[in-house]
């Protein structure tokens, strides 16, 4: 096995339960294994602040010592990396397969310096490593390594994630697009990406309520990121992988699928989810359509002239779901007099 990095410790992260290592590479070898990392993620940040990174492009090339790269991988086995040598070898083993999650700016800086005569490719270069079992604990990870920079918003961090980090090719009854791709050649029916990574932000803030033109952007930024760090402090297991998972099983009746492309629909049920998903994944997908065409009828009585419908879409989806199995089992009437009753 070559050995790119070595770790100097390596210890168990409570918060995100994931593990976490410090080590060190040279310059050669963050060139060459971990630049290309950064291609991992399509939508990376352009490079900011050019007259900063030329004058750490500068010194670089002096002999300065840069800052640590945070990496990334994701381990579904979810193996005991506790012991220095065995996260080494993980880590040395998997290294192509890794993230940047902090330092892209300082790779690319990197980069510009190698072409430079006197640049030294055996110098040092520092790194942290994460190693989780899902994508979720990244994310999370992520957004307090970056909270603060710009223009590396929490809605473009997660972006980021559902698209280079969830593997969509294996659902059996949903594909997802992203616009680019759509651009190209659309696949009918097909889910838009950023839909999804609404879903997503929808799940990990635990609020169906995260986009508001009456807020700046900085400032709803600043929420976003308290209510995912909120987030955190559920007890709850459950993964987004498995959201989708259930979406797509769902999905197997049309009525159902057509229902989870309207986007307010979706981020009320990856809420929601959080509470019921026990009870949901033993659903079939008949009897789920059954269900949202009784949410329809009840959703219908609400007066369209009175309320924002959109909003009143993700809160009564999301209120839908999370009570599934008592509302499911209402007649029509009773639904509409409680959604009278949780909305006055």
Same mark, same amino acid.
């Given at each position: +096995?070559?050995?790119?990095?070595?770790?100097?410790?390596?210890?168990?992260?409570?918060?995100?339960?994931?593990?976490?290592?410090?080590?060190?590479?040279?310059?050669?070898?963050?060139?060459?294994?971990?630049?290309?990392?950064?291609?991992?993620?399509?939508?990376?940040?352009?490079?900011?602040?050019?007259?900063?990174?030329?004058?750490?492009?500068?010194?670089?090339?002096?002999?300065?010592?840069?800052?640590?790269?945070?990496?990334?991988?994701?381990?579904?086995?979810?193996?005991?990396?506790?012991?220095?040598?065995?996260? @080494?070898?993980?880590?040395?083993?998997?290294?192509?397969?890794?993230?940047?999650?902090?330092g892209m700016q300082r790779l690319n800086t990197?980069?510009?310096?190698?072409?430079?005569?006197?640049?030294?490719?055996?110098?040092?270069?520092?790194?942290?490593?994460?190693?989780?079992?899902?994508?979720?604990?990244?994310?999370?990870?992520?957004?307090?390594?970056? #909270?603060?920079?710009?223009? +590396?918003?929490?809605?473009?961090?997660?972006?980021?994630?559902?698209?280079?980090?969830?593997?969509?090719?294996?659902?059996? #009854?949903?594909?997802?697009?992203?616009?680019? @791709?759509?651009?190209?050649?659309?696949?009918?029916?097909?889910?838009?990406?950023?839909?999804?990574?609404r879903g997503y932000l929808a799940f990990l803030?635990?609020?169906?309520?995260?986009?508001?033109?009456?807020?700046?952007?900085?400032?709803?930024?600043?929420?976003?990121?308290?209510?995912?760090?909120?987030?955190?402090?559920?007890?709850?297991?459950?993964?987004?992988?498995?959201?989708?998972?259930?979406?797509?099983?769902?999905?197997?009746?049309?009525?159902?699928?057509?229902?989870?492309?309207?986007?307010? #629909?979706?981020?009320?049920?990856?809420?929601?989810?959080?509470?019921?998903?026990?009870?949901?994944?033993?659903?079939?997908?008949?009897?789920?359509?059954?269900?949202?065409?009784?949410?329809?009828?009840?959703?219908?009585?609400?007066?369209?002239?009175?309320?924002?419908?959109?909003?009143?879409?993700?809160?009564?989806?999301?209120?839908?779901?999370?009570?599934?199995?008592?509302?499911?089992?209402?007649?029509?009437?009773?639904?509409?007099?409680?959604?009278?009753?949780?909305?006055?």
């Open positions: +096995m070559t050995k790119y990095i070595e770790i100097f410790s390596a210890d168990h992260d409570e918060v995100i339960d994931s593990y976490v290592a410090m080590g060190k590479t040279s310059y050669k070898v963050a060139l060459e294994k971990l630049y290309p990392l950064i291609n991992r993620f399509e939508a990376q940040r352009k490079l900011q602040d050019k007259k900063f990174y030329k004058r750490l492009q500068r010194d670089l090339v002096e002999g300065c010592i840069m800052p640590p790269i945070t990496i990334a991988f994701i381990d579904k086995a979810g193996g005991d990396l506790s012991d220095k040598e065995i996260f @080494e070898k993980f880590a040395n083993e998997n290294i192509d397969q890794g993230y940047i999650l902090d990197l980069k510009s310096a190698s072409e430079d005569e006197n640049f030294d490719e055996n110098r040092i270069a520092y790194v942290n490593v994460i190693v989780a079992d899902n994508q979720d604990k990244l994310l999370y990870r992520m957004i307090t390594l970056n #909270n603060g920079q710009k223009p +590396m918003t929490p809605r473009h961090q997660i972006e980021i994630l559902t698209s280079e980090m969830f593997d969509f090719t294996e659902l059996k #009854n949903i594909s997802v697009q992203t616009e680019k @791709e759509r651009s190209t050649k659309t696949i009918r029916g097909a889910f838009n990406l950023g839909d999804i990574s803030t635990g609020n169906v309520n995260n986009e508001n033109n009456k807020i700046i952007n900085e400032k709803m930024d600043e929420i976003l990121v308290t209510r995912v760090l909120d987030s955190r402090n559920s007890n709850s297991s459950l993964k987004f992988e498995e959201i989708i998972d259930l979406v797509d099983a769902l999905s197997a009746d049309s009525a159902c699928k057509t229902w989870f492309k309207v986007n307010n #629909n979706l981020i009320g049920f990856c809420v929601g989810i959080k509470t019921s998903y026990d009870d949901l994944v033993e659903v079939e997908a008949k009897d789920f359509a059954a269900a949202i065409e009784l949410f329809e009828e009840g959703f219908d009585a609400i007066n369209a002239s009175k309320v924002n419908l959109g909003k009143y879409r993700r809160q009564l989806s999301c209120e839908f779901i999370k009570n599934f199995s008592e509302l499911s089992g209402m007649d029509d009437d009773d639904l509409v007099e409680y959604f009278i009753e949780f909305t006055s």
